[in-house]
């Protein structure tokens, strides 16, 4: 394969974005994806309605794979790994690695793009207050999207409808001793929506969300927080909570009310915990392959060099959504697209001078 | 107070002096405690009143709290209407709560408010569940009484309601007794035709119509309460009696348009009765007054040379954005020279008479550190000015109360617009 093609790795919302760009910009394009199925995180973990928009995750994700997979430019390669990488912008030869029988080859290919994306925090993995793994009804964020998306929303425990459900914002960020600084960006917006579905799902049940403050920035704040507010009359107290504790079949949620300065202990039949985002294993491993800088967090770093939001340490590879830190979808998507557009500008410019 | 011992208390609740039922409760027989820790969120307070036909935007309250540094009420008390939503959220029945009963619908709330949660449209709906559940404080409810009977809240005669034409000293037109076409109808209103000082506003009225040669006419006993602050208060049901009452009325004669006393009858006549059928053309007084102003000013014979402070009717000012023309008339006084308290026009500071509280002074004693009134009239005297102006019939009788409660007995002076109007054209009358 000559130096004209664009590698992508990963085949998720930012990856499916980036090679559908490229392609359709002229450039041939190799897309790697390590799982056996296109589609990325909205996929393997079973996505509702995306934020926002309210849309499908499905048949959004169906609509852009099946753009990618019949687009002529286009050569997808599943289970497929990266496991080695030479040369400089405009030319590389990467070995990629079948995974399971070990099979590899080696494809030359002028830029790449990074768009491995991220992993949802484990909330049992640091600190265990909140009993993730000792309780049935302590869900995430992610198993709700999944239930959610079944249109069977349901106590765990019982099987049955919850009467009280809370979320419990910003689990896994904005915490030092986690390591985890940073705003995961999309909780906020996530867990609205879910209380959401939630009071259209199951009328009855009340929803409340536990929050230090509310970041929904942009357009999310007038099309999910103040519609969940308003019209699905969700509650939301400031103040998140610092434990659970078993109380016969239900939770007794304890924290503080802070706009009133008093201890809360209020019992729910299911804690949703909004967790976070960390760098995929993909992530890390591609970036160590690769040669590129990490942040502190494992992200892909960017330099912010010049404005530009896809670059990383390596000239001639690009990165693409939340690989390069907690993004929502338009970013991933805007981030795809200018990382397309630079990964077919670096081909194009190693063609036009032969030598470089 | 004695430490309780108890952790999980948040506040204690003693009077020194209480007596329930004829019994002596004083001191730690009355005790009570608060529970600290929160057990529950509830729900159902929130969605009974967003339930209510106007009570819905009390759901959309993300208590930014802007509300409550601009609330009157919550600076001498602990109301604030971002606390409505947060006790209502906590299951505190506002339609139980004294809450209830302190708002004065002044709209300052909700004109920083960036949810739109609109107060003026919770508590009337929100107090009318409670007017039909039969809660209302007493004095309120008296006056809910003397209004359905004798047509205004004092408990008058309706008989009486024109005896201040015969002091004014010029002829007035009483149209059931004259019904002639008339290019004004003045609608006197409640206050103006009894209370003492009213009165005083009534007749200066009189002599700066019929100075300027206004062809007006006034209803006399057939006049009745406008109701909006009865409305405001939580009796739809009787306000909706005496718009289609006063409907009526107007109807029986001929005149191109209404000019009212008050900005609570302005509030009725020009956003409610058109609901009962009843549109018409209405100014108030200071509107009506603003464009005779050159002649105004050729016909002043005499200079006033007071100090005056100016305080805005929430309702003429907020309500209804006119914040110029009481000032402009003001202004034109030869002489006088008018200071300006620093909370006014859109920041104006209510007086407490709104949305019924002109009739439950008794009621908030128990609530609030000092009245809304004695408040102003302080901001008033730090201005330095020896009159306070105003032009609402509500605010002589409150403001006058205020000043001797406050110890500024002589060194203000509260006076209608009109009055001075009334002393700037050299009625022998006037005050």
């Known amino acids: ?356 | 107070m004695p430490k309780p011992g108890l952790d999980k208390v948040d506040r204690i609740y003693e009077k020194d002096v209480a007596v329930l039922e004829g019994m002596d409760i004083s001191g730690h027989w009355n005790r009570m405690f608060e529970q600290r820790v929160v057990w529950d969120y509830s729900t159902d307070v929130l969605e009974r009143i967003t339930g209510l036909p106007g009570g819905e935007s009390l759901g959309w309250c993300y208590q930014c709290g802007k509300c409550v540094p601009v609330c009157p009420v919550d600076v001498v008390g602990d109301y604030g209407p971002r606390k409505v939503y947060r006790k209502a959220q906590l299951g505190i029945d506002l339609l139980r709560d004294p809450d209830l009963w302190l708002c004065t619908t002044c709209m300052n709330c909700l004109r920083v408010c960036p949810k739109e949660v609109n107060m003026i449209e919770i508590m009337p709906a929100a107090r009318e569940v409670a007017v039909q559940e039969g809660r209302v404080p007493p004095e309120l409810q008296k006056v809910f009484e003397n209004t359905a009977r004798y047509g205004n809240p004092m408990g008058e005669s309706p008989r009486k309601r024109a005896e201040w034409v015969k002091e004014a000293g010029v002829p007035v037109t009483v149209l059931p007794l004259d019904p002639r076409p008339v290019d004004v109808l003045w609608y006197v209103g409640s206050y103006p035709s009894y209370h003492p000082r009213g009165k005083d506003a009534a007749r200066a009225m009189a002599r700066v119509f019929h100075a300027l040669g206004v062809d007006y006419g006034i209803l006399g006993h057939e006049e009745k309460e406008d109701g909006d602050s009865i409305r405001l208060a939580g009796e739809k049901g009787l306000f909706e009696v005496l718009a289609e009452a006063n409907i009526r009325t107007f109807r029986k004669y001929t005149f191109n348009r209404i000019v009212v006393t008050g900005p609570h009858e302005y509030n009725a006549f020009k956003n409610f009765y058109p609901r009962y059928g009843g549109s018409f053309d209405v100014l108030h007084y200071t509107q009506f007054l603003a464009p005779f102003l050159p002649r105004l000013r050729e016909m002043f014979v005499k200079e006033l040379p007071y100090t005056v402070t100016f305080h805005d009717p929430c309702y003429l000012g907020r309500h209804h954005g006119e914040y110029d023309a009481p000032r402009r008339l003001l202004q034109a006084i030869p002489g006088l020279r008018l200071v300006e308290m620093p909370r006014c026009r859109e920041n104006g500071y209510c007086c407490g008479g709104g949305g019924g509280g002109m009739w439950l002074d008794g009621f908030s004693r128990d609530y609030l550190r000092e009245r809304l009134s004695d408040r102003r009239v302080r901001e008033a005297v730090e201005t330095g000015a020896e009159i306070l102006a105003v032009c609402c019939p509500y605010e002589v009788s409150r403001f006058e109360d205020s000043v001797k409660a406050t110890g500024n007995d002589g060194k203000l002076v509260v006076r209608d617009i009109i009055e001075l109007l009334d002393e700037a054209l050299g009625s022998p009358r006037a005050t």
């Open chain 1, 1 to 356: 394969m000559a130096n004209d093609a664009v590698l992508v790795v990963g085949g998720g919302p930012a990856g499916l974005e980036a090679a559908r760009g490229a392609a359709d910009l002229g450039a041939r394009v190799v897309l790697v994806e390590e799982r056996d199925h296109l589609g990325g995180t909205p996929i393997f973990e079973r996505y509702a309605a995306l934020t926002h928009g309210f849309q499908d995750a499905e048949e959004v994700m169906e609509r852009l794979t099946r753009e990618v997979t019949t687009h002529p430019n286009v050569q997808v390669r599943l289970l497929t790994r990266v496991v080695g990488c030479e040369g400089s912008a405009g030319d590389f030869r990467v070995r990629l690695a079948k995974v399971g029988d070990g099979t590899s080859e080696t494809v030359h290919v002028g830029s790449i793009v990074v768009a491995t994306g991220f992993q949802h925090f484990d909330p049992g993995r640091e600190t265990q207050v909140y009993g993730y793994y000792e309780y049935p009804d302590v869900i995430t964020l992610v198993e709700a999207e999944a239930m959610l998306k079944a249109k069977r929303f349901v106590r765990p425990s019982t099987g049955q409808p919850p009467e009280r459900v809370c979320f419990i914002q910003c689990v896994g960020s904005r915490d030092r001793q986690i390591g985890n600084e940073y705003c995961s960006k999309v909780c906020c917006g996530i867990a609205s929506k879910q209380a959401i579905e939630i009071r259209q799902q199951v009328p009855n049940c009340k929803v409340y969300i536990f929050y230090i403050d509310m970041r929904m920035y942009g357009y999310w704040e007038n099309e999910i927080y103040w519609p969940a507010q308003e019209q699905y009359k969700v509650q939301y107290i400031k103040g998140i909570a610092t434990e659970i504790i078993q109380k016969g079949d239900k939770l007794l949620v304890r924290g503080e009310d802070t706009t009133l300065g008093r201890p809360m202990e209020v019992l729910m039949d299911m804690v949703i915990l909004s967790v976070g985002m960390e760098p995929s294993k993909g992530t890390r491993e591609v970036a160590r392959v690769l040669g590129l800088k990490q942040n502190k967090y494992g992200f892909i770093e960017v330099p912010h060099e010049g404005l530009d939001p896809v670059a990383t340490s390596v000239p001639g590879i690009f990165v693409a959504g939340a690989a390069a830190g907690p993004k929502d979808l338009d970013d991933t998507l805007s981030m795809a697209g200018a990382a397309a557009m630079k990964a077919v500008a670096t081909v194009r410019r190693a063609a036009a001078s032969p030598a470089g």
